[in-house]
């Protein structure tokens, strides 16, 4: 026979118990992740887009000769020089490395909190992967 399906107030009990305790869900930690990847990077756009106007006026040539270098270190050499083109391209990165941190962090989370090995162990291989992808096969 099948167990009877817990009732939500049972189950939002046991929540309340994992937060007191001071467990971390790992869905709430990663929603966390993801917002705060997605504010900063937009931040750092947005800044980046307004020093580029400020430091000379948007042209058609200007932005025709304008390449993304994809040099990580001459990225944020330019941004922390006040480059806006390079703040723009650095909040892009930001952007981009967000998932791959939530991954990051969902496998820290599956081994300390969750005691997972199997997930934690996938979660690894699936990062390797997306680390691999995105450094070597460019």
């Known amino acids: ?3 009877p399906e817990p009732s939500p107030v049972a189950v939002a009990a046991q929540a309340r118990e994992r937060r007191r305790r001071g467990d971390r869900d790992i869905h709430v930690v990663s929603a966390w992740i993801l917002r705060g990847g997605v504010v ?6 947005l800044a980046g887009l307004l020093v580029s ?3 000379s006026s948007p042209t058609v040539e200007r932005m025709q000769s304008l390449a993304y270098s994809g040099d990580i270190g ?3 050499h ?7 083109v390079a703040l723009i391209e650095l909040g892009v990165l930001m952007l981009v490395m967000t998932p ?3 991954v990051a962090g969902s496998m820290v989370l599956f081994a300390t909190e969750e005691r997972d090995w199997f997930y934690a162990s996938v979660t690894f291989f699936v990062l390797i992967l997306t680390l691999v992808s995105l450094l070597v096969l460019r």
């Open 100 to 102: 791959i941190l939530r």
């Open 40 to 45: 900063a990077s937009t931040a750092v756009m």
């Open 53 to 55: 106007f400020a430091q």
């Open 74 to 76: 001459a990225i944020l």
């Open 78 to 84: 330019r941004a922390a020089g006040g480059d806006g």
């Open 1 to 3: 026979m099948n167990s």
